[in-house]
């Protein structure tokens, strides 16, 4: 399968715990993006990463919340000392840049990592 | 107010049916994503727009760059469809921030 593919599926942790989600996006996509969605709601943009460098952070993404991509390839969402308001659906997603041709631009979507914090 | 209103919310259909959701946005955008989300939580891409419409299959997407508006259609619906479509806009000045819509959730019944 060479898709956008996210790890864990599901966690279940305590609050106060800390967690890490993995992504491995599709090998030529040099773009990279964490988003969270709560039930009901659409997803919210969390950051973006253009290879290795984080380029844009959400104000949504709290100190707690730090993302990284050290070689332009995978990336890891952590989060510390999670709180029940961190529980949510988050989920991953690659692209080519650019906005011209059949596929630039377009968003592919990993399966998601759902965080159940008790 | 969002910055991205799609409509309706929730939609029942019969099979065969065609089908319509709106999606209104109030900023300056690059793109327009929808997207297909079934339970679950898999998130399909279906168009990527910038202007004009593009057709996929039974599935027609157009946007008014001018109007800020966007529509998705599907055509001959059929149960399978049955899942919450996304709208998502990509505004100027972001490379990586999309601003999704609620979601419309689609129903198409036997």
């Known amino acids: 399968d060479t898709g956008v593919s996210q790890d864990p599926r599901h966690k279940i942790t305590k609050r106060g715990q800390n967690v890490t989600f993995r992504c491995d996006p599709i090998s030529e996509h040099n773009r990279l993006y964490w988003y969270r969605q709560t039930l009901g709601q659409g997803p919210e943009f969390l950051t973006y990463?253009?290879?290795?460098?984080?380029?844009?952070k959400s104000r949504l993404l709290s100190d707690r919340f730090s993302a990284e991509r050290p070689k332009g390839s995978f990336s890891t969402l952590e989060i510390q000392r999670t709180e029940q308001g961190d529980s949510a659906m988050y989920l991953c997603?690659?692209?080519?840049?650019?906005?011209?041709?059949?596929?630039?631009?377009?968003?592919?979507f990993g399966e998601g990592s759902r965080l159940t914090v008790l | 107010k969002n910055e991205v209103e799609q409509s309706p919310q929730n939609l029942t259909a019969q099979e065969g049916e065609f089908i319509t959701i709106n999606c209104s946005y109030s900023v300056g955008i690059s793109a327009l994503h929808w997207l297909q989300q079934h339970p679950g939580g898999g998130i399909v891409s279906l168009f990527m727009?910038?202007?004009g419409k593009k057709k996929h299959g039974r599935l027609i997407a157009t946007i008014n760059i001018q109007e800020k508006h966007s529509s998705l259609h599907i055509t001959a619906s059929h149960p399978r469809d049955s899942a919450v479509y996304i709208c998502a806009v990509r505004w100027r000045g972001s490379q990586g921030n999309l601003i999704f819509g609620k979601g419309t959730k689609l129903s198409v019944k036997p």
């Open positions: 990463f253009q290879n290795e460098a984080q380029l844009e």
């Open positions: 727009l910038s202007s």
């Open positions: 997603a690659s692209s080519f840049p650019g906005f011209s041709g059949p596929l630039t631009g377009e968003l592919f």
